[in-house]
């Protein structure tokens, strides 16, 4: 609208009706926020959580390009393998580590992402899915095996 001032703030976010199962805020400090006595951290990554996100990934400090390049891609890869999202990360940090340089395996450059909100799979809703159309194909077979060797008979 023309009232648009290329910016989103934190209310301009909780507004938002989001039905996604995880965000990532892969950019650095997305979890640094203003701390609120009984409130806790005000941030990005808890507005998302407000405006209905299931989870959101953020970061706490700043994080190397190439390190957090790495470990999302990683991080991606084993969410694609039906991993729950907190293993997926664990996963990712620990692929990190086994190829990291000596110098680059200090956790500032990979214990900065953090997950906050639910930890399951993103592809357990698919899997159920598939599990029900496989087995009503089956089932389908099966009767349909049953029907025509009946009329055989007849």
């Known amino acids: 609208n023309s009232k648009d001032d290329g910016l989103l703030f934190s209310y301009e ?3 938002l009706n989001i039905r996604s199962p ?3 805020l892969s950019a650095c400090n997305t979890g640094k926020g203003r701390l609120y006595s009984g409130e806790g951290v005000y941030s990005l990554s808890r507005s998302f959580l407000t405006a209905g996100a299931s989870s959101v990934i953020y970061s706490l400090w700043n994080v190397n390009d190439d390190t957090g390049y ?3 891609t990683r991080f991606y890869k084993h969410l694609s393998e039906g991993e729950a999202k907190n ?3 664990r ?3 620990l692929d990190y580590l086994k190829e990291a340089s000596p110098m680059l395996s ?4 990979w214990s900065g992402y953090i997950l906050s ?3 399951t799979s993103l592809i357990t809703n698919q899997l159920v899915y598939y599990l029900f159309i ?3 194909l089956i089932l389908s077979v099966v009767i349909l095996f049953f029907l025509t060797g009946r009329k055989k008979k007849l």
Request: hydrophobic share 45%; charged share 25%; proline share 4%.
């Open 91 to 93: 996963n990712a940090k």
């Open 22 to 24: 995880m965000v990532v």
């Open 13 to 15: 976010i909780e507004k």
């Open 134 to 136: 496989g087995i009503g």
């Open 117 to 119: 909100g639910n930890v």
């Open 70 to 72: 790495k470990i999302m």
């Open 106 to 109: 200090d956790p500032k450059y």
């Open 87 to 89: 293993t997926a990360l």
